[in-house]
């Protein structure tokens, strides 16, 4: 099984960008999906996720800006970011359970410059 995602990229502020997530492999069952972020010198943290059946939970610090959402029949996730700022700047991280094991991407770099 594998998470690879795409989509980073060098955005200015205010710009958007939107990240997805491909899950491969033999897949039975994804349950949950998300996104973490990690800036350097920093712990990395959960940006938002979503639950099989489409409910969303967000870091504050996102709310409003960041939509999560997912496509069961295609296995992949998407995170759409509007109106991001500098300290959005981050590695970008796909996580899943699928097959009842924890599975994370490579990571995606965002930079938003000012």
């Known amino acids: 099984v594998q998470l690879v995602e795409s989509g980073g990229g060098l955005v200015q502020a205010g710009g958007s960008l939107r990240l997805s997530c491909a899950a491969s492999g033999r897949i039975f069952s994804i349950n949950n999906r998300a996104w973490y972020r990690q800036a350097p010198g920093k712990e990395r943290e959960l940006v938002a996720s979503?639950?099989?059946?489409?409910?969303?939970t967000y870091a504050d610090s996102v709310k409003g800006r960041f939509i999560i959402s997912r496509d069961n029949a295609k296995n992949t996730a998407s995170l759409q970011m509007n109106s991001l700022k500098p300290e959005d700047t981050a590695v970008y991280y796909c996580h899943a359970w699928i097959n009842g094991e924890i599975h994370w991407g490579q990571g995606t770099q965002v930079t938003v410059s000012s």
């Open positions: 979503i639950t099989r059946g489409g409910s969303t």
